[in-house]
C-alpha cells in the first residue's frame, strides 16, 4: 500500500519536473508564476502522499505551510510588476 | 546504503555547482542564489550522514546543525540582498567591478 | 521503489541546479530557486527529518521567494538577460572538486554511528522528551545563542546600511483590487495560529522555535505586503526589546546560570524555563526576520533616512 | 600544573565566561539606549573586558590551561571551551588593540559629520568583540562555523558603515566571499562527521587518522579560512574594503578580525589533524603561498600612492609570514625549532596586530589633519603633527623587525627555526621582505619630512587621537622585551591541551 | 486489499489524472489565460481526489481534518494566485513598463 503511495508521489514529482519547461521558455514572467503556483500545489499533494507512505505524520504541517506560503510569493511577483517600490533610482547622493 | 550514497552525492554536486555559479555571474543577485544552492548542497551532505545511522530514528544532532545552519544562512542572504540593493542606488549598477559606462557617485 | 524516489529527487535537485546557474534571465532563476527549495523539502522528507522540511518550506516558499523577488523587483531592468557563457577555465576545477568528493563519499564507514544514541541516553536528564528540541536548546545550547546573535547582528548590519535606527518600513499602498486585503485577512489569523501551534508542537514532536518563528515572519510580511504599516506603528523601544528578546533570555541564563554552577549556560531543573526561552527566541526570530524583509527597500520620500 | 585547577573567581563568575558576556551585553545596552550613553557604554565594557582579560592572564599563568564544558555537559554531546597559552595570547592582542581603538573611535566619531556614524558602530564592534573572543575560546567545530559566520556578519556591516559606493562594494565581495568560505567550512564540517561521528577538535584530534574523508576536510577547510585571512591567491578583497574604512574599522578589521580565522586555522590544523598524515603536502604549499604573499604584498604597497592602500597592502605582506610556521612544523614530525617556530609565529601576529593597528589610526589623524588620503599632497606634517609621525615611525621600526620591537623577535626566531630546519629556501621571506617593508615605511616617512612653501594641512587632530594611536605603536614595540613570558605561555605544559582535558 | 484501500487507490489515481491534466495545460495551452484554467483544475480537483483517497488510510479524525484543511487552504490560496496573475495580466500595471527600466 505504501508503495502505491510512493509511486504516486513520484509521479507528481515527474510532473513538477515535466512542468519545469514551461518556466524554462515561457514568454513572460506571468507563465512562470504560473508554473511556480502548480508546482506549489503538486509540492502540497507529494508532501501529503509522502507522510502517508513513510508513516510520518508531521509532513503534513509541512504540506499545510506549502499550501500557505505559495501565495506570498505571487503577491511579491504582483507587489514587483503593479507597484515599484520607491527607489530613488541614481540620484541618490549619500 | 544507497541512500545515503545517492544523496550524498547529489549534495557535492549541489556544492560544485553553486561554486561555479558564484564564480561564473558578476551580477550579485546571481551570485547569492548560487551561494544559497551551496548552502543546500552542504545541509542535504548532513541529512544524509544523520539517515545513514541505520537506526530507524534519525541522528537528531546534524538535524539540529542544519536547522542553525538554515537561519544563518536566510539572514546573511538578506544582509548581503540589503547590501546590493544599496550598491545599485549609489552606482546605478548591481555589479561589484563597476563597468565604465556606469555613473560613478 | 525508494531507490527509484532517491534517484530522481537527486537528478532533479542536481539538474535544476545546473538550470539555475544556466538560467537567461534572472526571473526565471528565482522561480526555479522556489522550484529548487521545494525539491529540497521532498528530499528532507525521504531523509526522514520533518523539522526541517517545515523550516525550508517556510523559508524556501515564503522568505527567501519574497526577498528575491522584491530585491529583483529594485536591482535588475526589465527581464535583463545575464550573458551566461560556459566558462572552462571555472568549470573543470569545480568538477575536479566534485570527483574528489565523490570519491570521498565512498570511504564513508559503514558502522557509521552518529550521536544519535549518546543524545537517546542522555535525554531523559534534560527534562525534554523531543531530542531536536533538545539539542538545540541544551546540549548545544551556545550554537543556537550564536545563531540568534547572528540574526541580530544582520538586523543591525541593514539598520546601519539604511542609516536608520528602526524600521518604519516602506508603506506599499494597500492592493488595489479587494481580493488582496481580503485574502490577508483570511490567511493571517491562520499563519498566526500555524505558527503558534508549530512552536507549541516542538516541546514533543517536529517543530519548535525556528519553524514557528520563521511562520509567523511569513505572517508579517504577508501584512506588510497587504499596504498595513504593520511594524510602523510599535514603538520604537518596544521593537528593539522584542527584536533582541530571543538573544537576551540566553545571556540572562547564561548569567544567572553562573551564580549557582560554575558552568555557562546550564538550564535549571525546571522544563519551564527552557520553554520560556524558547518563546522568546521564536517571537526574536520572527521580528527578526520581519525587519530583514523590511528593512533592506529605501525609505518612503517623506521620512527619508539621513 | 593539574588542568582545571580552581578558576579564578568571584563568587561563582570564572572569568572566561565574562569574557564573552560583557561584549554581548555591552553590544545589546548600546543598540537599546540612546545616541548619548552608547559611547558611554562602549568604553565602559571596553574598560572591563581589557581589564578580565589581565585577570584571566594571570590565572593561566598559575593554572595553566583550562576546558570547559557549556551546560554542563561533557564532549560528545555538549560544546566544550578551551583555554590554553595560544588563546590567552590572542586574547590579550583584542583587548588592548580593541581598548585603544574604542577609546580613537570615541573621539574619532565625535566630529560633526561622523556622528551618525557613531549610533552604529558601537553596537556593531561590541557585537565583533565578542564574537572574537569567543572564536579565540572554540574548541567544537560547528560552534567555530556559527561563530565564524557573526564575525563575517559583523566585520562586513562595520566595512560598509563610511556608505561610499566604493565601500559598499568592498564590503560586499568581502561579505560574499566570507559566505563562500562559511560554506566550504561546513562542508569540511560534514566530512569530519562523516569520518569520526564527533565534533569536539580534541576528541576528533585523538580518533581521525588520515583518509579521503579527512583530506578532503582539510582541503576544505584550509581554503575557506585562508579567503578568510586574506593569503596570497585570495587577497584582492582586502585593500578595497580596509582602505575605504574609517580608520578605526579599518585598524580593527586588519589587526584584529584577520588574526580570527588565522587562529582557527592553527587551531585545527594541530588539534583536530593533530596525527593525521595528510598534512604534509598541503604544509609545503602554504609555506610557498606565504612566501609569495610576503613579496608580492610588501611590492605592493611600495607602488601605492594612496596612505591606506599601502597599509592595506602591506598588511598582505604581513599576513605572509604567518603561514610560514606550517611548512617548519608540519614537514618533519617533532621538530627540535618547534618552540622557536611558534614563539616566531606569533610575536609576528601580535606585533603585526599592534604596528597595523597604530598604523591606520596614525593614518586616520593625518587624513582628518590634511582632508586628503593622497601621500604626494601631505606635505611637512612632521612639523604640524610631530606625535602622529613618531606613531608612523615607530609602527614602521616594529613592521620592518629592528632591533627592539616584536618585529624583530619574530623575525630573528624565524630565521633561526629556518636555519635549524634546512628549508633554506623559505629565508628569502624575512630577508627580501624586511627590505621591501623598509622601503615603503620609508616612502610614507620621507613625504612626512619634505617641506615646501606651499600651504599645506592642517586642521588639528585631537589629543586623545593621537595618544591612543602613539600608545599601540609603543606597545609593538614594548611587546619586544616581554619575550620570555610569551616563549613560556607558549612552552609545552600550558600549552596544548592533549585531547580528553590533561594537559600533558 | 480491503475495500477502503481499493477507494483510496481510485481516488489517488483519479486525482494524479488530474495533475497530469494540469501540467499538460500548463504546457501546452497557446497563451496565458488558458494556462491558468488548467493550473486550476489541477489544483481543485486534483488535490481534492488525492486528499479524499488519502481520507480513507488516514489513521485518525484529526489527521483527515488537517487533510482537509489543507485541500481548503490550496484551493483558496491558487484560486486567489490565479486572480492576481490574471489582473495583472490584463490590466497591465499603470507604470506599465517603467520608463527608468526596473521591474520584473
Known sequence: MNNFFLAMALFLVLNILAGLWRVLKGPNPADRMVAAQLFGTTGVATLLLLAQALESPFIRNAALLFALLTVMTVLAFIRNTSYRLPEDEHNENL | MTTVIIY????????????????????????????????????????????????????????????????VTISATAFALCLARRIKEKTGQCLLEHRRKDTET | ?????????????????????????????????????????????????????????????????????????????????????????????????????????????????????????????????????????????????????????????????????????????????????????????????????????????????????????????????????????????????????????????????????????????????????????????ALCLISLVLGSPARNHENKGV | MPVGAPPERYGNITVPELLILIPFTGAILCFLFPEVLRRLTGLLSAALIFSNSAILTRSIFQDGARRLHLGGWTEPLGIGMSIDGLSILFILLTAVVGLLVSIYSASFFSAAQEQVLARHFWPLWLFLWGALNSLFFVSDIFNAYVVMELVGISAAALAALSGTSASLTAALRYFLLTMAGSMAFLLGVGFIYARTGLLDMYLVGTVADGGPLMAMALGLMTV????????????????????????????????????????????????????????????????????????????????????????????????????????????????????????????????????KAALFLAAGNLIQASGTDDLRSMRNIADKLPMTTFTLALAGVSLMGLPPSGGFVAKWMLLQSILASGQWWLAAAPILGGLLTAAYVFKILSQSFVSDDKKSCCGNVSFVMEKSALLLALFSILIGFRANEVIFLLSEPVFFIIPGGQSP | MKIYEILSVFFCLSGGIFFLAGTLGLIRFPDTYSRLHALTKADNLGLGFIVLGLIFVAGSIPESIKLVLTWLLAMIGSSSACYFIGNHMYHPPKAGENEDGSGI
Open chain 3, 1 to 285: 521503489m525508494d531507490l527509484v524516489f532517491d534517484l530522481i529527487i537527486g537528478l532533479s535537485l542536481a539538474g535544476v541546479s545546473w538550470r539555475i546557474v544556466r538560467a537567461r534571465e534572472h526571473f526565471q532563476a528565482i522561480v526555479l530557486f522556489i522550484t529548487f527549495g521545494l525539491l529540497l523539502s521532498l528530499a528532507w522528507t525521504r531523509l526522514k527529518s520533518p523539522d526541517i522540511a517545515i523550516a525550508e518550506a517556510a523559508v524556501g516558499a515564503g522568505l527567501a521567494g519574497v526577498l528575491l523577488m522584491d530585491t529583483l523587483g529594485a536591482l535588475s531592468s526589465p527581464r535583463e538577460r545575464a550573458k551566461v557563457v560556459i566558462s572552462l577555465k571555472l568549470l573543470i576545477p569545480c568538477l575536479f572538486l566534485a570527483g574528489l568528493m565523490a570519491y570521498s563519499i565512498l570511504y564513508i564507514p559503514e558502522d557509521f554511528q552518529g550521536l544519535g544514541i549518546v543524545v537517546r541516553e542522555a535525554l531523559p536528564q534534560t527534562h525534554l522528551e523531543y531530542p531536536i528540541t533538545a539539542v538545540l536548546l541544551d546540549f548545544r545550547g551556545y550554537d543556537t545563542w550564536l545563531e540568534l546573535g547572528v540574526l541580530l547582528v544582520a538586523v543591525l548590519g541593514v539598520l546601519c546600511i539604511r542609516r536608520t535606527d528602526n524600521i518604519k518600513g516602506t508603506m506599499l499602498p494597500a492592493p488595489a483590487e479587494p481580493v488582496g486585503s481580503w485574502i490577508v485577512k483570511l490567511l493571517l489569523p491562520l499563519m498566526v495560529l500555524i505558527g503558534g501551534y508549530l512552536l507549541w508542537l516542538g516541546a514533543f514532536a517536529p517543530g519548535g522555535a525556528f519553524q514557528g518563528g520563521v511562520v509567523l515572519a511569513s505572517a508579517g510580511v504577508m501584512l506588510w505586503q497587504s499596504g498595513h504599516p504593520s511594524l510602523g506603528l510599535m514603538p520604537r523601544l518596544w521593537w528593539k526589546i522584542l527584536l533582541c528578546s530571543g538573544f537576551l533570555s540566553f545571556l540572562i541564563l547564561a548569567f544567572s546560570s553562573l551564580f549557582y554552577t560554575d558552568q555557562l549556560l546550564t538550564h535549571p531543573a525546571t522544563k519551564t524555563w527552557i520553554l520560556g526561552v524558547e518563546y522568546a527566541a521564536t517571537l526574536s526570530i
Open chain 4, 224 to 355: 575557506a579560512l585562508i579567503m578568510k585571512t586574506a593569503l596570497f591567491p585570495f587577497h584582492f578583497w582586502l585593500p578595497p574594503a580596509h582602505g575605504e574604512a574609517p580608520a578605526p574599522v579599518s585598524a580593527i578589521l586588519s589587526g584584529l578580525v584577520i588574526k580570527g580565522s588565522f587562529y582557527l586555522l592553527l587551531r585545527i590544523w594541530f588539534t583536530v589533524f593533530q596525527n593525521s598524515t595528510v598534512t604534509t603536502h598541503a604544509a609545503a604549499l602554504i609555506g610557498l603561498l606565504g612566501l609569495i604573499a610576503v613579496i608580492w604584498g610588501s611590492y605592493q604597497a611600495i607602488i601605492q600612492t594612496r596612505l591606506k592602500l599601502i597599509i592595506a597592502y602591506s598588511s598582505i605582506g604581513q599576513v605572509g609570514y604567518l603561514f610560514l610556521l606550517f611548512p617548519l612544523i608540519f614537514m618533519t614530525p617533532d621538530p627540535a625549532w618547534k618552540t622557536e617556530a611558534w614563539t616566531a609565529c606569533i610575536f609576528q601576529a601580535i606585533s603585526h596586530g599592534l604596528a
Open chain 2, 8 to 71: 550524498a552525492l547529489t549534495a557535492t554536486t549541489l556544492f560544485s555547482v553553486g561554486l561555479y555559479g558564484f564564480a561564473i555571474h558578476p551580477d550579485l543577485i546571481r551570485k547569492i542564489v548560487s551561494l544559497n544552492i551551496m548552502a543546500g548542497g552542504a545541509f542535504l551532505f548532513l541529512i544524509s550522514l544523520a539517515y545513514h545511522t541505520g537506526s530507524p530514528e534519525v541522528d537528531p544532532v546534524p538535524q539540529a546543525m542544519v536547522l542553525t545552519g538554515i537561519v
